[in-house]
């Protein structure tokens, strides 16, 4: 194949918001390269992709497969938002059930390359054998997967309890001080099916013709290194992929234009932004603990609720202290269900985000610069992230009990406050500003992109 010749890409994502986006902010960079794109997903989450441009849409095919119906996946649920943590072992299995549609999509779709993410382990020996190459697109950071280890450890028994997880691994070569929290590995053990997520990763690792990962080497350049050493494959970092804001004429949202009238009384970098992710259900109790530590650091900010997925067993009654919202109506902006969390982290009066530690939230406040109030959604990479940004001094995580994951409303309250106003904060607040020289780069994120593309064109040529 020459490497002029136009390829044929399919993008097969996880049924998560936080990774369907990604994905798609890489199909639209390969589009633009002339290559063209098979976006595979199922309906739901195709339609709640934003508008493609004009100059990309004869280049980018949504492919919708219906999912099967699951016993124990609520009915219509698509996506993990849209379900409780432990009811994600049954979307998992739904998902691997798209493996005969897609199948007979590739059998007659002449695709040269398939990018996947962490979950269709069964993917490289069905592309094998139709001549397809395949790329295991993570989404997470490359720290993340550093203490995941290598295809070894994923497919062996060599972490047998939870505690396993909780030390630093001995196959780390730089100095590291990142472990799980004992509640976090165990509340992400919820979500695992028959297959767990370790073995999925193992046996995509060794499966694919090499790692691409949403990270770069002048953030992570030790991590990303140590990973190429572990797989004995390529690890190529894509960038950041920071998004980019909405263009103005879409600023005519009326929830935007309320929030941003509110926030325009603020004084610059007084405000702190809260939003757990679509994910992320914390217990009423946790909540209400939340909710007091918000309260006592008598600081303004925004929080963003979001209705919580069906079947869920907490409902919304009561999920915040009753009174609450009167209590700080005076500098508190409380919004129910979605917000737009990039134009907020945006405007010039967020100073601080209280996150769930997402990578995907984390680019985005760091893109603009917010010091980080680091949560832990205590699931997948969340709580390593949480470490990772505390280390490097952008960030201070609320302290937490180390076995159930309980904490204090005073915990909240200090934190917030270290990292919003305090003298001792100054240090967090001054290195969460100069990470937008990374964080928000479009030219090195598109360079990366540039290497990604020419690497997967040149080997494609070779073979």
Known sequence: MDRTEKLHIAMFPWLAYGHIMPFLEVSKFLAQK?????????????????????????????????LPHVHGLPAGAESTSEVPIHKVPYLKKAYDQLRAPLTEFLEKSNVNWIIHDFAPYWLPGMAAPLGINTVFFSIFNATSFVLMGPPYVLLGDVRKRPEDFTVVPEWIDYPCDIAWKLHEIVNHQQCMDDVSDFQRLG??????????????????PDEIKLLTKLYQKPVVPLGLLPPSLPSNEDERDEKWEAIK?????????????????????????????LAFGIEKSNLPFVWVIRKRPVMDNHGDINIIPPGFEERVSNRGLVLRDWAPQLRILAHSSIGGFLTHCGWSSVIEALKFGRALILFSGASSDQGLNARLLHGRKVGLEIERNEVDGSFTSDSVAATIRQVMVEPEGEVIRTNAWEMRQIFDNEELSKNYLDGFCRLIEEFAASV
Request: hydrophobic content about 35%; some cysteine.
């Open 34 to 66: 002339g290559h063209r794109i098979s976006y595979i997903s199922t309906p739901k989450n195709i339609a709640r992709l934003p508008k493609l441009p004009p100059h990309l849409s004869s280049n980018i095919s949504f492919v919708e497969f219906c």
């Open 261 to 289: 009238t509110w926030l325009d009384t603020k004084g610059e970098r007084s405000v702190f932004y809260i939003a757990l992710g679509s994910e992320v259900n914390l217990s009423k109790e946790s909540m209400h603990q």
């Open 203 to 220: 046996l995509l690792i060794q499966g694919c013709q090499f790692v691409a990962k949403r990270t770069c080497y002048e953030f992570e």
